[in-house]
């Protein structure tokens, strides 16, 4: 993590930026150690308790969280957690987003269930803090920002999941600049918990005489609790929790139904203006999608560890083309184990540091000094988080899944916990927009929109490192040039393609929208494994660093240039030829 922080996405540069002067070397390496220890300490050995037991019980209208969770969840505000990146002028310590982010991820491989709830909040402070009256900030957000108070996203209905634009949530203005919310929401996390006395939902619904679609939607806030002049919590709201989900994974998380408006209507202030609330929601959405991409980093890199242990200790079989005697052998000596493993590990690393390098590219977008740097980070951002959200999700199934396979028969009984790890990853690639969504708006808005001019940037980027690989004189990195260069190739002509298709071939565009984000995926874990090579081959040839880990950089940039980069060319194949075999059979001969 720490070479990812200060090596690929540059930690100093940010610590510079203006605004981030408490992000001094000593803090952010007191910092990252006291994560470690609390992740470790109090949220890793909750993980199998909150899977086993559950937030299922609802009572009173009350979930109860499985025990020691909301302990747990005191510590954590009390440590000040909750407010590390947010504003100073509500209580947090305003840190760079790339800090958080490490420490983010230390939280959802430790006990993703728990972090939930804070992931949350975070993202309905952001949306308050960017879009909200001063007052409703002023009301809100001390309290969300220490943690007291915890915040959901209110987004989904029976009828509206992926697409919001059927969102039927009423909310009828009072005439006193409050509404009354009636409706129902399903499927929110921690919309009812025991954690905190107060819960501030963010929730879509729709005035009386706003047009049809997303352009009619405005975003409310509606506390549990509504609350006094001076701050002290008044009357029960009219929302209430109706019922609990069970579900495959994240146990610990409670999923609720909420009933909004069953006596009379809910209270709730408007954020920004009527009809908006779709880009206020956003806001808080692009945080909470690269969230989420960042718990499938989290979640992999744990069951990799995980694996990895398993491997060392398991002794099975004789290791074919090793001289190491008539004996049984851990199963870390046979091919096939290393395979799985250098697959996961390979997976792992080039995730975390296209996440890393994302948020890096967030904190330059809000505090650069300069106008135009602000707008291409931007840019860049905006690009990336489809990627981050859909790719690092996805592949989190499959080093979830290749867990599993390392551990054999073992993997599939609980006791391991790499089960668990699979089922809690599961949801990763539906919630916060599933991965078609994803790829829809990477080909559309991402890329389609501006005819691919961000994509080709981000191409070009990567053909410059492609090209310092292959003009290295080590000739691994020059392999791994060649391999990045043959990548983003096919990466450069399917954008191309997608910008022709979009308008003229609909169908059989948004066909390879999926293979579309895939393949970005591939190609941008292989540009930061370049640069990461790059990086290490220069600690060695100077004689800095570590040269065990500096080496191992370069072996698993390898491997993901030998081994996984090269399905780069048959996506792109997929991408510009498969569309009409997936829609050549009719609906109904299914
Ligand atoms: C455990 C859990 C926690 C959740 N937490 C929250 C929360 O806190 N707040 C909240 O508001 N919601 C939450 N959700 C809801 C979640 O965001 C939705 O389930 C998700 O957005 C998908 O919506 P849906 O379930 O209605 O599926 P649908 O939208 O019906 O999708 C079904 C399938 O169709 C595909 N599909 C749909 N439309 C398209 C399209 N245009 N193009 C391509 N494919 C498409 C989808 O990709 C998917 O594969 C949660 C869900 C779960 C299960």
């Known amino acids: 993590m720490r070479f990812v922080l200060t090596e690929l996405a540059g930690l100093d540069q940010v610590a510079q930026l203006p605004g981030f002067d408490e992000a001094t070397p000593d803090v952010v390496a007191a910092i990252l150690e006291e994560a470690a220890k609390f992740a470790a300490t109090v949220m890793s050995p909750l993980n199998v308790v909150g899977d086993r037991e559950g937030a299922k019980r609802l009572e009173d209208g009350t979930v109860r969280t499985p025990p020691g969770f909301k302990d747990a969840y005191r510590q954590f505000c009390d440590n000040g957690w909750n407010g590390l990146t947010k504003s100073t002028e509500y209580g947090g310590q305003g840190l760079p987003i790339l800090l958080g982010t490490a420490v983010e991820e230390m939280w959802h491989a430790s006990n993703l269930a728990f972090n939930l ?53 009423k909310a009828i203005p009072q005439g006193d600049g409050t509404y009354k919310l009636q409706g129902q929401k399903i499927f929110i996390t921690y919309g009812e918990q025991d954690y ?14 706003a047009p049809e679609g997303v352009k009619g939607i405005s975003l409310f806030v509606v506390p549990k609790f509504l609350v006094n002049a001076d701050g002290s919590l008044g009357a029960r709201n009219d929302v209430l929790c109706t019922s609990i989900e069970h579900k495959l994974g994240i146990h610990a998380s409670p999923t609720a139904v909420l009933v909004y408006g069953d006596h009379g209507g809910a209270v709730g202030y408007l954020v920004g203006e009527e009809n908006h609330g779709l880009e206020y929601m956003f806001i808080m959405m692009n945080l909470a ?5 960042l718990e499938g980093v989290g ?58 390098v994302t948020a890096a590219a967030m904190d330059n977008a809000s505090h650069h000094p300069d106008p135009a740097a602000r707008k291409r980070h931007h840019a ?11 790719c690092s999700t996805e592949t989190a199934q499959q080093v979830a899944s290749l867990g599993i396979q390392v551990h054999g028969g073992m993997g599939f009984i609980e006791e391991t916990g790499a089960a668990q790890h699979y089922r809690d990853a599961r949801i990763i690639t539906i919630y916060e927009g599933t991965t078609g969504i994803q790829a829809n708006d990477l080909i559309g808005r991402k890329t389609a929109r501006d005819a691919g001019a961000v994509a080709k940037s981000v191409a070009s980027e990567i053909e410059k490192v492609a090209k ?16 990045l260069q043959e990548a ?18 609909t ?27 790059l990086i290490a081959a220069k600690h060695l040839h100077d004689g800095t660093g570590d040269a065990r880990f500096m080496k191992a950089k370069i072996q698993t940039a390898r491997y993901y240039a030998d081994c996984l980069l090269p399905h780069a060319t048959s996506l792109a194949r997929t991408i510009t030829e498969g569309g009409d075999s997936v829609l050549a059979v009719a609906a109904d001969q299914f």
């Open 289 to 293: 999608r690269f969230s989420v991409g």
């Open 468 to 483: 310092d690989l292959s003009n290295h004189a080590d000739a691994s990195l020059k392999v791994i040039g060649a391999r």
């Open 507 to 533: 169908r059989a565009a948004h066909a390879g929208a999926v293979p579309y984000l895939e393949l970005w995926g591939l190609v941008t874990g292989g540009w930061q494994l370049g640069r990461a090579a």
């Open 196 to 209: 905190t006395e107060n819960i501030i939902h963010l929730v879509l619904a729709r005035t009386p005489d």
């Open 299 to 356: 979640i992999a890199e744990r069951a990799y560890q995980r694996a990895v242990a398993y491997a060392r200790d398991r002794v099975q079989g004789k290791v074919v083309g090793m001289d190491k005697g008539a004996k049984a052998t851990p199963i870390i000596e046979h091919p096939d184990i290393r395979r799985m493993l250098m697959t996961m590990r390979a997976n792992v690393e080039a995730m975390r540091a296209v996440a890393y």
């Open 380 to 390: 860049f951002v905006d690009f990336m988080i489809p990627i981050v959200k859909g």
């Open 488 to 505: 983003v190739a096919a990466a450069r002509s399917t954008v191309d393609w997608v910008v022709l298709s979009f308008g003229a071939n």
């Open 117 to 169: 709830c804070a992931m949350l909040t975070q993202g309905a402070i952001e949306s308050i803090e960017l879009a909200g009256t001063s007052s409703l900030k002023d009301k809100f957000l001390p309290k969300m920002v220490a943690g007291a108070w915890s915040g959901t996203m209110n987004l989904t209905e029976p009828q509206a999941g992926s697409d919001l634009a059927a969102v039927r949530t």
